[in-house]
């Protein structure tokens, strides 16, 4: 019913930016908060930013400062800032929403495709 769709990641050396795209579309009445998560390989997945439906926004301490989390409720599209990039953010990032659906407006969590981000020294 719902669709997150992801793009921006990508490839960059050291103290680069990127700047990653999330698009929900499909069966929406609301979007209530939005967030980005990053997995790197053997390690659990993490929070990186936040932002509420009223744009109240929150960062894991390892990116405050460099990235810069933010939503288009017209466009239903959430961003992520990147800058400065290090080494140790390579991973792949996922979106996640919290989407009311028009049918029945029962709130779930969606989560997008994933989209590789590789930062090289």
């Known amino acids: 019913q719902v669709q997150l769709v992801e793009s921006g990641g990508g490839s960059v050396q050291a103290g680069g930016s990127l700047r990653l795209s999330c698009v929900a579309s499909?069966?929406?009445?609301?979007?209530?908060?939005m967030g980005w998560y990053r997995q790197a390989p053997g390690k659990q997945r993490e929070l990186v930013a936040r932002i509420s439906s009223g744009g109240s926004t929150n960062y894991a301490d390892s990116v405050k400062g460099r990235f810069t989390i933010s939503r288009d409720n017209v466009k239903n599209t959430l961003y992520l800032q990147m800058n400065s990039l290090k080494p140790e953010d390579t991973a792949v990032y996922f979106c996640?929403?919290?989407?009311?659906?028009?049918?029945?407006?029962?709130?779930?969590?969606?989560w997008g495709q994933g989209t590789q981000v590789t930062v090289s020294s």
């Open positions: 499909g069966s929406i009445f609301s979007i209530n908060h």
């Open positions: 996640n929403v919290a989407v009311a659906i028009a049918t029945t407006l029962a709130s779930y969590d969606y």
